[in-house]
């Protein structure tokens, strides 16, 4: 086991390195001066020059990608003032030249706009991504999984057919057309009889309470975030029930006198569950790092919301540190399926 976890973290760490190169190379080349961006249009030279200093913009392009690489990777080599107020860490060595070796948060340097380290925006913004993606991860596979066994067991019925084509038109809705459909008929048109608004995160301001909590604007979201997953589920889970229905051993367990319900729940359900799993895992890390649009569309705060509003402001530390932290989800979220799979079906581990 040991040597499987570091043979799959030794592949991820490569994946994210090829998405640092990628990252720091495509955001290098684009227009503008993170100077400027930093400071504004009106700033005096002797300020721009300090920022560039500071942001290494005055090194070469490989040395400034080395300068990111020090930032991003938890051993990093700083000056004590460097460090300083940018990102939480431990010192572990003295090193010549006033310089200390750090066990460290990851740095994606500050916002342009608000001055405020990456890494703590988007650890702010996380919560609500996380509990936006669970809860439509929830209800895609609670639903999915229940749809297509009910869809395999009673095949070529009206239920089965019933099913499938709801499948079909949910992989067919892309989510920013399903959100705003859903937030204009549910949040608006019907907002009288469901309670719901159009736009709202997790907690609402009231000016005498403060911060008040609101599970009431999760539902539309996680609806629209969970169509496409569920209906993908259906498919997956019929196919392969339909599959695991027709094998010996359920023949021989409906011979052993076995009641249907144990059959297809303690011995077909367990066996088609691996290609969903590889589902319900893929479309996890999907929705964590691309929740984007239906964030933005009913207003939810997170990290899809955080990111597209520093698009809109041309605020590229926030973007490129979006995009690495979502990476690492990826990775970490495919090595985490890696382990379920072999707990689900034992044979895997042979």
């Known amino acids: 086991m040991l040597r499987f976890l570091l043979h799959k973290t030794g592949y991820g760490l490569l994946v994210l390195l090829g998405v640092v190169v990628l990252v720091f190379f495509l955001f290098n080349v684009l227009p503008g001066d993170p100077a400027r961006l930093t400071l504004g249009q009106r700033a005096d030279v002797a300020s721009l ?33 460097e460090a300083g107020g940018n990102f939480h860490y431990f010192a572990i060595a003295h090193l010549p030249a006033g310089k200390l070796l750090l066990l460290k948060t990851p740095y994606l340097r500050r916002s342009y706009q608000g001055k405020k380290p990456v890494w703590d925006i988007l650890t702010e ?52 057309f399903a959100g ?26 009231d000016p005498f309470r403060g911060r008040v909590l609101n599970l009431r604007n999760l539902i539309l979201p996680a609806i629209t ?13 019929r196919s392969a029930m339909l599959d695991a229905l027709h094998q010996d051993f359920i023949r021989t367990a409906y011979a052993k006198g076995l009641p249907k319900s144990r059959v297809v729940l303690q011995h077909a359900l367990p066996n088609a569950l691996n290609p969903v799993i590889t589902a319900i ?58 382990l379920i799979y072999t707990w689900i079906d034992p044979r895997i581990k042979l």
Do not use: C
């Open 49 to 81: 020059e300090n920022v560039r200093k500071e942001l290494h913009l005055d090194q070469p392009v490989g040395m400034q990608f080395l300068y990111y690489l020090n930032d991003l990777l938890p051993l990093g080599v700083y000056t004590e003032p």
């Open 281 to 338: 895992t893929g479309w996890f890390a999907e929705l964590l790092a691309g929740a984007f649009f239906v964030e933005y569309i009913f207003g939810w705060k997170g990290i899809g919301k955080i990111t597209v509003d520093a698009l809109d402001k041309f605020d590229f530390p926030v973007v490129m540190g979006a995009i690495l932290f979502t990476a690492g989800i990826f990775v970490i979220v495919n090595i985490l399926a890696d």
């Open 125 to 176: 913004a996380l919560p609500g991504t996380l509990l936006l993606a669970l809860a439509a991860m929830l209800l895609a596979t609670v639903a999915g999984i229940a749809l297509g066994v009910l869809s395999a067991v009673k095949q070529n019925t009206w239920m089965d057919t019933g099913a499938v084509f709801a499948s079909v038109v949910g992989i067919s809705a892309p989510s920013f």
């Open 225 to 237: 975030l969970g169509i496409r997953p569920l209906a993908i589920i259906v498919q997956l889970t």
């Open 180 to 205: 705003i459909v859903i937030a204009y008929l549910f949040g608006f048109v019907l907002s009288d009889y469901t309670g719901l608004h159009m736009t709202g995160s997790l907690f609402d301001i």
